[in-house]
Nanobody, 123 residues
Framework: QVQLIESGGGSVQAGGSLRLSCAGS????????MGWFRQPPGKGREFVAA????????EYGDSVKGRFTLSRGSAKNTVYLQMNTLKPEDTAVYYC????????????????WGPGTQVTVSS
């Protein structure tokens, strides 16, 4: 069984920063990528970022490029999403996910999801 737990969400003013963490446990395959998606209120799910199993490659959604940075932690199956220059349109529930790279990035789907963490950016 796979479990993903997000933390670090909260409220911040526009222009501020937050760092989200995701810790995975259980039977996560060693070659699985990890990533983040978000769902703004009243809208569909949106791809945010993904990182390969070894951290050698990252991919970002167009709306967060240059502002968000995804990295792997020293602990296995831990990732951090550093979010800078936050905008009100970044307000959403952020979900951590894990699956094959192609599924996360190209098909925007995942086998495993965390419960989500709320990020609210006020103007």
């Amino acid at each position: 069984q796979v479990q993903l737990i997000e933390s670090g969400g909260g409220s911040v003013q526009a222009g501020g920063s937050l760092r989200l963490s995701c810790a995975g446990s259980g039977s996560i395959r060693g070659f699985y990528a990890m990533g983040w998606f978000r769902q703004p209120p009243g809208k569909g799910r949106e791809f945010v970022a993904a990182i390969t199993w070894n951290g050698d490659n990252t991919e970002y959604g167009d709306s967060v490029k240059g502002r968000f940075t995804l990295s792997r932690g020293s602990a296995k199956n831990t990732v951090y999403l550093q979010m800078n220059t936050l905008k009100p349109e970044d307000t959403a529930v952020y979900y951590c996910a894990t699956d094959l790279w192609t599924d996360l990035v190209h098909h925007q789907r995942a086998d495993y999801w965390g419960p989500g963490t709320q990020v609210t950016v006020s103007s």
